[in-house]
C-alpha cells in the first residue's frame, strides 16, 4: 500500500523566505512522485515530479524538490516566496502511473 | 484546445436523488480518472480508465458508477446520492505509455447533497 504524509497543514513565510514543504511517502517500490499547486476554486497544476531520473527536480515557477531514498521524503523548496506563491500544495506517489495518492495537502501563506 | 472540461460546476441534490457529472478532454488522452476532494482529506480516486471500455476502481469507488465508450468522456454516476458524498469532484487526464507524463485537472464539480 501506498500513502504519502504532509507535514503541517498550514505553513506561512514572510515574502522573501524560503519555503519548505514538506512530503513523506510509503512504498513497497520505487515510486514515482508529484507536487501539484491549487488556487482557490481551480484545479491542480502540476508544479514538478520525480520519474527516477535525477533526484533533484526542477519545476516552475521556481520551485524544486530533492527525492531522498533514505529518508522516504520529497520535500518542495523555493528560495524565495512570492506573493502569487499562496496555494494549496498536495504531494502525491503512484507506483504504476494509475493508481495516485495524494498528500492531505499544505496551505501556504505569504506575509508581505 | 479546451483541455479537460467538467459539467455542471455546481449541483445541489437530495438524498437519493441520481446525477450524472459529466467530464470531456479534447487532448486524445487515454487515460482519465475521477477524483473527490474532502477538507483534511486532499484527493481520492474513485475510478479510472486507461482507454475506451476499460475502467477500474480506485481508493473510494462505492457509490459511483463509470464507464468509458468513448476516447472524450468519462461520466461518473451517483445512483442513489448520499450526504457522506458532498463534495468537490475533479476530472483529470494524461496520455498513456509513458506514464509519469502531466495529469491534467478540470475546474472541478461542487456538489452537495442535502
Known amino acids: 500500500a501506498q500513502s504519502v504524509t504532509q507535514l503541517g497543514s498550514h505553513v506561512s513565510v514572510s515574502e522573501g523566505a524560503l519555503v519548505l514543504l514538506r512530503c513523506n511517502y510509503s512504498?513497497?517500490?520505487?515510486?514515482?512522485l508529484f507536487w501539484y499547486v491549487q488556487y482557490p476554486n481551480q484545479g491542480l497544476q502540476l508544479l514538478l515530479k520525480y520519474t527516477s531520473a535525477a533526484t533533484l527536480v526542477k519545476g516552475i515557477n521556481g520551485f524544486e524538490a530533492e527525492f531522498k531514498k533514505s529518508e522516504t521524503s520529497f520535500h518542495l523548496t523555493k528560495p524565495s516566496a512570492h506573493m502569487s506563491d499562496a496555494a494549496e500544495y498536495f504531494c502525491a506517489v503512484s507506483n504504476t502511473g494509475n493508481q495516485f495518492y495524494f498528500g492531505t495537502g499544505t496551505s501556504l501563506t505569504v506575509i508581505p | 484546445n479546451a483541455g479537460v472540461t467538467q459539467t455542471p460546476k455546481f449541483q445541489v441534490l437530495k438524498t437519493g436523488q441520481s446525477m450524472t457529472l459529466q467530464c470531456a478532454q479534447d487532448?486524445?488522452?487515454?487515460?482519465m480518472s475521477w477524483y473527490r476532494q474532502d477538507p483534511g482529506m486532499g484527493l481520492r480516486l474513485i475510478h479510472y480508465s486507461v482507454g475506451a471500455g476499460i475502467t477500474d476502481q480506485g481508493e473510494v469507488p462505492n457509490g459511483y458508477n463509470v464507464s468509458r465508450s468513448t476516447t472524450e468522456d468519462f461520466p461518473l454516476r451517483l445512483l442513489s446520492a448520499a450526504p457522506s458524498q458532498t463534495s468537490v469532484y475533479f476530472c483529470a487526464s494524461r496520455p498513456s505509455g509513458r506514464n509519469t507524463d502531466t495529469q491534467y485537472f478540470g475546474p472541478g464539480t461542487r456538489l452537495t447533497v442535502l
Open positions: 487532448m486524445n488522452h487515454e487515460y
Open positions: 512504498s513497497s517500490v520505487p515510486p514515482y
